[in-house]
């Protein structure tokens, strides 16, 4: 089975800022590992991916998530935060038999302060 | 790109209605997806489907059914709606090759 924990349901943090979203997923098989992003009153749109490549991953807008197995973690990054990156973040994991089927996260609010 | 088109953005139903809300996508992909989504609890599965035709209940499908006739539409019944069902609901569209899911922009359905 497959799960996701993302650690803070708010993040703040000043314009400029590194941003770190944390993520850590349980799986019994290797995983597939997403970021997804949402606006607000949007659906989600996909921000990166990990599909047993190479580890880190660079995403679109300057972020980035490194796959840790031995801390079972998918955190995501960006150095320097700006203000349109206020948004919500999911992280979800895929595997199995069902590569199709994904399990969520219960979401972190990013707030960017001026 | 592919695109996932909810029919509605914002819906409001009253109690024991019968709720349809349509999602097409337009790129040919074998798998589309229900979600509903609410603060604190993240995205939660409803129904999926592999094939026109065919269906599988996600963690939560009471209170729900689902219709897919042709490939791209793919259609979430709420039988008799109630106040609980009052959520963001989310459709997504997905082909094996891809790996990934593509979103539509959601539906927000107040039942009152």
């Known amino acids: 089975a497959q799960s996701v924990t993302q650690l803070g349901s708010h993040v703040s943090v000043s314009e400029g800022a590194l941003v770190l979203l944390r993520c850590n997923y349980s799986?019994?098989?290797?995983?597939?590992l997403f970021w997804y992003v949402q606006y607000p009153n949007q659906g989600l749109q996909l921000l990166l991916k990990?599909?047993?490549?190479?580890?880190l991953v660079k995403g679109i807008n300057g972020f980035e998530a490194e796959f840790k197995k031995s801390e079972t973690s998918f955190h995501l990054t960006k150095p320097s935060a700006h203000m349109s990156d206020a948004a919500e973040y999911f992280c979800?994991?895929?595997?199995?038999?069902?590569?199709?089927?994904?399990?969520f996260g219960s979401g972190t609010k990013l707030n960017v302060k001026p | 790109d592919v695109k996932v088109t909810q029919s509605s953005r914002y819906l409001v139903k009253r109690t024991g209605e019968k709720v349809f809300l349509e999602c097409v996508q337009d790129?040919?992909?074998?798998?589309m997806f229900w979600y509903r989504q609410d603060p604190g609890l993240g995205l939660r599965l409803i129904y999926f489907?592999?094939?026109?035709?065919?269906?599988e209940k996600g963690d939560i499908p009471e209170g729900y059914s689902v219709s897919r006739e042709k490939k791209e539409r793919f259609s979430l019944i709420l039988e008799s709606a109630s106040t609980n069902q009052t959520s963001m609901y989310l459709c997504?569209?997905?082909?094996?090759?891809?790996?990934?899911?593509?979103f539509g922009s959601g539906t927000r359905l107040t039942v009152v």
């Open positions: 979800a994991v895929s595997g199995g038999y069902n590569f199709n089927k994904f399990y």
């Open positions: 790129m040919d992909h074998e798998n």
């Open positions: 997504a569209s997905s082909t094996p090759r891809q790996r990934a899911y593509t």
């Open positions: 489907s592999y094939d026109v035709k065919m269906k």
């Open positions: 799986s019994s098989v290797p995983p597939y």
């Open positions: 990990y599909t047993s490549a190479a580890t």
